[in-house]
Every structure is written in C-alpha cells, then in structure tokens.
C-alpha cells in the first residue's frame, strides 16, 4: 500500500500475521435454553485479513493493519505516530490522524489502583516502587530467551452483541482486529499472542455482570476456574493460557480495566476490559495493560524509562498521546516473573498444523510442507536452509531450535530446558529426531517442595520467603507466626484477609493469618514493586518487628503484592486460597508411577534414570512420555560396540557395518542397537534426581558436509536434488599377518606377541586400530551447577587381552561453552 501523509508518501510492506489464528481455532454461542453451540469456521471464513509489517526505507518502523472493509490500523515511525482507518461507512475513504488529534472527556484508569498520595504517619515511610537489578548470585534461565506463545481465550458479553453495529461476523472482526494488535505489543517482548477461542455470552451473560470492575473481576475468574474444572479435556477454556472479558457496559468511575496480578498460567490468569472507544487500537491498548498484570508488571512511576515519544502500556491512566509501549520497569518485571516460572505454559511451542493460514515461506514460521524457513533471501543467514525452497541443505536435518546443533539434532538425553535448580520443575530433554524441545512440564500441583516446608502451585514452588524477597529484596524473611495472628486480625490497611465486594477490609482469623497480608523482616528499606505505597512497620510486644506495605481505600485485592498470594502453605497439606486456608485435593497420580517416579502436571509419570515411562515398572531411560529421555542407554551401547568390534570386522564396510549393529523403529524413529553387550543397570536414585541431568553420550560421527556454501548465498533455482548419504568411512586396518616395513639393520628383534612400534614422524602403518575420536556435544552452563566428572573410558569395558596392547586414551570433550548472561538494566 502507498499511503500520502501530508508532504510525505508512505509505501507499507505488509505480511499477513499467520500467528494470529491457530488451525483449530474455534467459536462458541448460546441458544436460548443454555446449550452450547461449538463452530469450527469452515477455511473460507477462516482466512482473514490481519497483517503486520513495516514502512520501506524507515529504519525501527512498524504498522499493524486490518485490510477488512477498507484500512485500519497504526503506523509507528522513528519520531510520529499515525492512526488510520475508513472515513464513514465510505471504506475507499480514510483518514489519518495523530492521537494526540483527539481529546478525552474523562482520564480513564485501571482498576489496580496504587496509592500516590503524600501521607506519613507514625512508624509509616513511603517510598516509591522500584524494581532493582538482580544480585550476582541470581542467573538467568533459558526459558528467558525462548520463543513463547500465549494461547488466548476471548468472551463478549452480550452487551457486545446487543450493539447495534456489532453484527455476530462484525464482533469476531473486531475481536481479531483487536488481537492482531495485541500481538504486536506482545511480540517485541518475545511473546507471540495466539487467538484460540472466541466465547460469545449471546442469550445471556453467564456471569452477573454490574458497574463494579473488582466484582465483576472475582466473578469471571470464577467462572473460568469452574470450566477448567468441569469441561472435558479438549475444551479450550482448558489448554488456553490466558482468558479476557470483552465488556460492552461502563464500569464505575474512570476504571476501563481490572486484572488479578502474578497469576499467568494459573487458573486464575485473566482480566476483564471495557471496549471504551469505536477505535479498537484503544481497547486493545487497554487489554495489553491487563494482561501485563497477569505477567506480574505493576503500574509505571516517574523512575520508568519508555521509548522517545511513546506512552508507557503500563502507565496508571491512559491517553490519546502517542504510540504504546513497554516500559524499562515492565521489562524487567516480566523477567523477574519469567525466573520464577511465572511462563511455564508459553514455552509449548504449537504444532505447525495448528498455526493458521496455508504455508509462505519467507515469513520466519516453519508451516505445513516446510522443512525450515530462515526469512526472506535477503535477510537468511542460516547454513542450514534454503530460502528460496523452504528446504533444508543437502546433509541438514535441521536448521534451528534447541536440539539443533550444527544442522543435526542433538543426541537423546541432551538437556534442552533446565530447571535452575528449581523445585517444582522438571528438565525437558532432546528427543534425537526432533529439533524442537519437548513441551515444558513441571510437577503436579501439590508435590512437596522447599524440604516439605511448601508445595507446588503451576510449577513454582510458593513460600512466604520467597515473596518477601520479592517485595523487599534479598536477606528479606516471612515474620514470625505471632506477626501473622496479631496483625491480620486487625482487618485494616496494615493487616486483613483481603477485601469484600464491598471494598471494606476482610479480618483474618487464626487459621487464614497466613493467607492474608504478607509480614516480613529484613530486606531493603525500600519495596521494589508497585508505585507509591504505603510501608508499615509493626512491633510485637517490644520484640518482633513485621512489615507491610499496603495501598489506599480504592485499591483491589487483587492488585495488591501485599497478599500472599494463592497456592502458599499454610499449614500440612494446606494452601491459600482466595484469602483462606483450605485443604489440598487428594493426589492419586504419582501412586501409579511404582515408587520410581512422580506425577508430572499433566498427569503423566515422570520416571527416576533407569526406569522406563509410562509407568517406572521396567528398565528404561528415565523421563516421561512428554519430557523426553534422561539417558541414552542405546548410544552408549553403540559406542562401546565401536571401540570393541573393529579388530574382529577389520575390512567390513562402514555401511553393512552399521547395518547390522542398527535396527531402526520406523514408528520411533529411534535407533536400537541390537548388541548382546548391554550396559549395567543403573541404580535406582532418588525422585529429585531428574533435576541434576547426567552428561549426554557422544553422538555418532556426522556424515561428511557434502555441500560448499558461499558466504553471500545467491538463490536463483532450488538446490539439486539430494545425494544419498555417504557414511563415515571406517578406520582402514592393516591385512592379517603383515608387518609393516622395519628400519634399517640391524633389525630389532620383536617378539611374536607385542606388536612393531611405528616410528615417527614417517607416517608409518600400525598393527594395532585407531580407536575412533568421540566428539562430546558441549554441555549447557544451565545443566547443573555441580561440575561433571570426565568419563573413564576404562570403568566402561573390560581390559584388553594380554595379546593385544591398549588401546589409547580418549580425547577429552572440548569445555562447556557458556554465555554470559545480558544484565539486566538497573533503575536507580
């Protein structure tokens, strides 16, 4: 598209958003008497007309547009930014403005409200909120780089249908226009927004639904915790990440929004949004905002850093000002949230098939019929793949992904998602046919975690420690019991189990102390969350000293760090819950994993090294049937075969060779070797074991590269066709009962049993095999923090024969290769 803005021509490059809509993207309705009523749109009405791109020749621009009934969107340049959309019901007719064109008759707010009001009193501070950089000792997982998906359910209420302008085909127009947005705030925090399900409440909201955001809020959130619990397994309100209400009435006052905070991936990840304006990029800013609560982000102070001439998403009150975006503050409190697990379920990455749209290459996604697509020709750099065909180089079996090393996948066993020595996760391993890493899993809620002291909640482990030093930073503790029973009963700013719907504060009785305001000692003097707050000092009878922080009268409970959050102990085999001290369910899983294993979040048993899945009742390679294996028991079987055998194959080709060591499982595509020499039985280990990985086995020596690659790649036609794989060539030995050339005399004398010496440097034959170099992968930093013994090739396999000499030591593997992990960026 060209685009004419005052003196200037804008030329939009343009790629329809194929993230946008998952394959078996869904809608749903209601008939008049409740029944559910599940449409799958047929392909005709599922291609759509969402795109994103950028401005040619602008460097750092970037547009989002809808091309449905003409054009609507936004165009972000370097210094201005620009909206577009139809002028009337005239679609060949638009307008372009600036926001700041356009005025507010009301500043409209989030419902998360935090204190901003000067006020000190007696042993009260107040302080302004400021996340800090993180201490030396903290690292950085890897999941903080990962690509991640956040897979999003949307409802419309039926104020949203009853509009006059919201035709049923106008609301699902409009809520994708308002997703594609969504999308491209979320995408430059690396995360991509997937619309999986539409909700349409059309006879009748299925919820009360009145003008207060926080009861409405409690009362959607509900609403999804009992579709998680009561739908049947392939409902969407089960396998998505996030649930949003699409509110077409007015809340109280200036609120357009409310969201639970810290709560992403739980069952209670979710907000509720007023579609406050006919521009939907407005109430998709709004709906960013939200969600950013969900991810752990609070509102932005005067200490947040935006971009040049961009207002902050987080920002308390929004505005027609310029274009939005995240803060320095949101950014780290999404990292700070991502090191805590807070993301567990964005790192399933979907199924190609599932991605919408039929396959283009060039647009960086690996689709249906696609072996790789490293972008356009222009911008592929990749050794691995062919821009032009979407096909992978000759010898290539992958091109990118975490079990991808050197266009090969990495072997079985090798960690692709460590756990940081986290409790409550579980390392997902390289399957060795796949480059991707398997679906991130964790332990099912409920497994003792922290010494038993704690319990799993969506895979972290939750203690009253760990949120002190959250909100007061390291060396910060949970206060003493008393702290807990004495101040909480107060029911008031300093202490209370929450709030009601009448915002009066809630008094926590002996049993629910626990459960209600946060009391900690130590830490900074400063919290580091939220905006300006109010911070309580409290002493217990001359002796412990407690602290909370605490917002004003209109602040929600739900916004408020303060609270312990749901899913913390409280007492054996209980955990918070909404303000209360309630009993967990009972856990039947890991019974059936036969005390060689644990139960995983899906269910499925996750087996100690040694025992095979599904159900650790024989001998195996430890993992789960979502995880991947622990070991390789096949490739170490292998290796030892190699260095055995040759002496007795001597001449036999390396082909027919390998042939008769391989079996392959077609079904599997696991290799299994069909050796008598089995290796012992590993021990039985404790469950926490699958956490500290062992070292992956050597891979099989790689076929030779069969294909040169300029370094400035020129792709005109597609590659020739692919040549048959050449095997390694196997060691060349020397025929029976030949000696090799002796020196000059005289001669020395060799005995019959001890094979001649080859003097150096004349390159000179040997009776006695090469024993073939094993190139160990590098082993990644996260793996372990216990440093890894080398393997003694000795312990392995038996001695030699006396007859024959030994064989020579294997060379070492070359040193893990680690990356020094970015900074993070300190506020001061």
Known sequence: FSLQFGNRTLILELKLNDELLPKDFTTSTYTDNGEIIMEKPKLQDRNHCYYQGKVRNIKGSHVIMSTCNGLRGCITLPNDFLLIEPLGADSSKHVVYRPSDRRLNNIESCGNEEHTDDHFSENVDKFAGMLRGNSPHRHKRQTSTEKKFLELLIVADKAQVS????????????VKELVNYLHGFYKKLSIHVVLSHIEVWSSRDKIPLKTNAKEVLNEFLSYRQNKIRTDSVDSPWRYTDNAQLLYGGSFD???????????????????????????????????AHEMGHNFGMHHDSSECVCAQNAQCIMAASSGFGSTKDWSSCSKDYLAQSIREGLGNCLLNVPDPSRLYGGPKCGNDIVEMGEECDCGGIEECSSLCCNATTCKLNPGAKCETGPCCLSCQYSPPGHVCRGTDNKDCDLAEYCTGFSANCPGNVYMENGSPCNNKQAYCSDGICLTHDMQCQGVWGDGAVSGVDICYQQVNKLGNWNGNCGKDLNGNFLKCTKENSKCGKLQCSGGGPRPMVGRDRYSFVNTIGGIHKCKTISSDDNATDVSDPGLV????????????????CSALPAMTCSATCNGNGICNNLGNCHCNRGWA?????????????????????QSKSLNLYILVMPTKTRCIGSSSYLKVLLHTDTKNRTPIVMSITQPSRPPIVSTNVQNTPSRPPPPRPLAPPQVSVSVTPIRTAPPPPKPP????????????????PLPPPPPPTVPASKPPVPQPPAPKPSSTPSK???????????????????????????????????LPPAGKPPPPVSKKPTPDKVIS
């Open 565 to 580: 959050r749901d899913g913390t102990a409280c007492g054996t085999m209980k955990t918070c819950n909404d303000g209360e």
């Open 163 to 174: 509009r006059s302008k919201h035709t049923r085909i106008e609301l699902d127009s409009r």
């Open 253 to 287: 006052g200036t609120t357009i929004g409310m969201a639970s905070v810290k709560t992403m991936c739980s069952s209670r990840s979710g907000g509720v949004n007023q579609d406050h304006q006919s521009n939907v990029f407005y109430t998709a800013a709004t709906l």
């Open 613 to 633: 899945p599904p159900f650790c009742n024989s001998e195996g390679n430890g993992g789960s049937i979502n995880s991947g294996p622990i070991t390789n028991k």
């Open 725 to 740: 794989t050449v095997p390694p060539p196997v060691p060349s030995f020397p025929p029976p009962n030949v000696q090799p």
């Open 772 to 806: 073939p170099v094993v190139t160990r992968p590098p082993v990644p930093s996260f793996v372990s923090k216990q440093p890894i013994k080398p393997d003694n090739p000795t312990n392995n396999q038996p001695p030699p024969p006396p007859s024959k000499p030994p």
